[in-house]
């Protein structure tokens, strides 16, 4: 038999079995969707402090070190500055961006990838949207983040 032959006989349910799971691939939507109880609001209305002595703040003595609170990734980058980013990745809303000191000290979201400049501009195409990045301030010991 021919292939042309054998293709009509497959017909149109051969067809759709080929071509949907090539058309759900191109959709907006990709198979590993986050479930809309795990998503999470990006943080708004941001300011807190912390107290760089205190058992909190631990990780923050060292450059690349990062804490985690009230939604918010606060870190004190290779340079030795203090930054803050949004814990909540503006792909999809998950709860899963830490700074990982590759490339000159990143974000990332570990839910699907998305990497983030400490200015919050993508590096990857995982997402377009910018990851939200909020101020400091250091006065002494105490390090506010605030929007």
Known sequence: ??????????????AFAVVFP????????SSDDVAPEDMKPIPTGVDF?????????????????????????VVRNLEGIFVAASQI???????????????????RCDTHGSRFDQQGNPLNTVTSNK?????????????????
């Open 89 to 107: 990745c503006s792909h999809q809303q998950t709860d899963q961006v830490r700074f990982l000191d590759l490339d000159g000290g990143i974000y």
């Open 1 to 14: 038999m021919e292939r042309k032959a054998f293709l009509r006989t497959l017909g149109a349910g051969a």
């Open 22 to 29: 090539c058309l759900h691939g191109c959709s907006s939507e």
């Open 131 to 147: 990851l939200k990045i909020f101020n400091t301030e250091l006065t002494g010991d105490m390090l506010r983040v605030f929007e």
């Open 49 to 73: 402090t912390v107290d760089l002595t205190s058992e909190e703040a631990n990780n923050l003595s060292t450059n690349g070190g990062f804490i985690l609170k009230n939604d918010v990734v």
